[in-house]
């Protein structure tokens, strides 16, 4: 079984992402053919990018709480990101992290579960443009939260529960079904590399 990392990029107070993360780890867990792990970068407070570019110098990091969060990343054969769009684009946050290190996140596959105005499409797409740049594999089929289920969950209390998403499944199993198949594929691929 391969493992997907699941990463939480809001880490605002009142965040929606809370229940996005419950819900898409569940349903991934579900499958039986993932092992997922929940990467909250809250729980990984960085400074902002001051360092050498992590490119020249590959998993070397002076600083801890880098490299715990890079062996994390490392460990992933493929990524689901929760994008929260602020503004039209993703989280200084999440891309601070991603900025924090490189080879980590080469050719593995990265799909997508945003929420905003347009179901964070503005913000899957930039970081569609990013993924590459990482030589990630960005995958076409995502999950977009409209702010119908958005306004619903703030009446509910703030969180989007299974109830909510429910509607949202075949999206996500659509979306995992394609990242069961270039998790496979990319790490095949890896495993043949010359070391």
């Known amino acids: 079984m391969h493992r997907i990392l ?4 809001s880490t605002r107070q009142g965040r ?3 229940g996005i993360a419950t819900w898409a780890v569940q349903r ?4 039986g053919d993932f092992i997922v792990d929940l ?3 809250r729980d990984h ?10 490119v020249y110098h590959p998993r070397e990091y002076a600083d801890e709480g880098v490299a715990r969060l890079a062996r994390q990343i490392d460990a992933a054969d493929g990524y689901v990101f929760l994008v929260a769009e602020y503004n039209h684009g993703y989280t200084a946050v999440l891309k601070n992290a991603l900025d924090h290190t490189f080879v980590e996140w080469r050719r593995k596959p990265v799909a997508f579960i945003g929420w905003g105005n347009v179901g964070g499409a503005r913000a899957i797409e930039q970081l569609r443009e990013v993924a590459v740049e990482f030589e990630m594999a960005p995958l076409r089929h995502a999950v977009h939260v409209l702010p119908d289920v958005m306004r619903a969950a703030r009446e509910r209390g703030g969180q989007a529960d299974s109830a909510l998403l ?14 069961a198949w ?4 990319l790490a095949t691929a890896r495993s043949a590399e010359v070391r």
């Open 28 to 31: 991934l867990k579900e499958r």
């Open 6 to 9: 699941v990463v939480n990029s």
């Open 182 to 185: 270039w998790t496979e594929a």
């Open 45 to 54: 407070p960085l400074p902002f990018f001051d360092d050498t570019p992590p």
């Open 166 to 179: 429910a509607p949202l499944e075949p999206r996500l199993d659509l979306l995992a079904d394609d990242l």
């Open 16 to 18: 929606f992402s809370d």
């Open 39 to 41: 990467l909250d970068l």
